[in-house]
């Protein structure tokens, strides 16, 4: 086999079917060395059950150890997918092997093929007891009360919280049913009540979130969502423009952007700005230079955007200085 793009060693749900509704994948692994080819060159290409002597096996042939020991002591079949590329999804598993490389921190958003995803992951009912299928989900809730349980659903939908399967270091989440599996949380990031982090989208950290950060969206380091502010992603409206923010940014309470921004930017609270806004670009005296859409000034710098409070018309003046974050805020020892 050539040179493996990403493996994992998982725990699979599956229903009465065999079919695959969740796999956890406690290390995965993703552009592995030489050393690692040769051993995963043991496995089939594409979506396999395993038995635990095989990836103990794997795990012991490595000079340093792969997977968790809980992991190798199970007594059920395991599920393997080993990619020699970065093709577009097959299966379910391989569908889930991506969402966690992006939460395991192993690759940023945009930078996988995710083509597919969507026919390959199942709309589930997501409980206190695990991903039960919709068609199923009453006899479960039946069940459980006549068994003396109370059967929690916490969401309807394809992705699960990532909470549930990767823990990234040095992160607040105040509420992990807001952050799907697949998203990417770097160090130092908080994430308040109401903000939301969706898969394939990523705050770089240390970041602020109380805001939405949409699918295929990234804010580099020092930038900040204040609440309830939106970014637009691929899946909400902006088409095949990927929006990012770059480092010390500050979207105000209930503003948004869906043109991509350089550093050092401000949006106001309350503004949203398109890519087809009438911009009034003025210089550092207030004086009109010119109109623009604001498509024009995707991915600039230093750009402070404002209303005039008496004509409503939104201008972009040039911001120096740079939003600096309370350094407190993002310690998570």
């Not at 079917?17 to 290409?45: R, W």
């Not at 804010?219 to 990927?242: C, N, Q, R």
């Not at 498509?295 to 120096?320: H, K, P, W, Y």
Request: hydrophobic fraction near 40%; include cysteine.
């Amino acid at each position: 086999m050539a040179n493996v793009f990403a493996f994992g060693i998982g725990l699979a749900t599956n229903n009465n079917a065999g079919d695959v509704l969740d796999c956890l994948f406690p290390a995965p692994l993703l552009h592995p060395d030489a050393e690692l080819n040769e051993v995963l060159s043991a496995f089939k290409t594409g979506t396999s059950n395993i038995t635990p002597e095989q990836a103990r096996d794997a795990n012991n042939r490595c000079d340093e150890k792969l997977f968790p020991a809980a992991l190798l002591a199970a007594d059920r079949p395991l599920t393997a997918v080993c990619l020699a590329d970065d093709s577009p999804i097959n299966s379910t598993a391989e569908a889930y092997l991506k969402l966690h490389l992006l939460s395991h921190r192993l690759t940023r958003p945009n930078t996988l093929n995710l083509d597919n995803i969507f026919a390959h992951l199942p709309n589930l009912a997501w409980t206190s007891e695990g991903p039960v299928e919709v068609h199923a989900l009453q006899a479960a809730l039946i069940n459980a009360r006549l068994a003396g349980r109370h059967l929690e659903v916490m969401s309807v939908d394809k992705f699960p919280k990532m909470v549930n399967y990767v823990m990234p270091s040095g992160v607040r989440i105040a509420d992990a049913s807001r952050i799907r599996l697949g998203a990417y949380l770097g160090e130092g990031t908080t994430v308040m009540h109401e903000g939301f982090v969706n898969f394939n989208a990523g705050a770089i950290g240390p970041n602020m979130v109380e805001g939405r950060i949409s699918q295929g969206v990234t804010i580099d380091a020092g930038t900040d969502l204040g609440g309830s502010a939106s970014t637009m992603g691929t899946l909400s409206g902006g088409g095949e423009i990927t929006i990012s923010l770059g480092k010390n940014c500050l979207i105000g309470a209930n503003a948004g952007t869906g043109i991509p921004l350089g550093d050092r930017c401000t949006i106001e609270a309350g503004l949203y700005i398109t890519a087809g806004s009438v911009i009034s670009v003025v210089d550092e005296h207030g004086e009109a230079i010119r109109k623009v859409k604001a498509r024009e000034l995707a991915g600039g710098s230093d750009m402070l955007f404002i209303r005039n409070s008496q004509t409503g018309q939104v201008i972009c003046r040039t911001n120096r200085q740079a939003i600096a974050l309370n350094d407190s805020l993002h310690a998570h020892n």
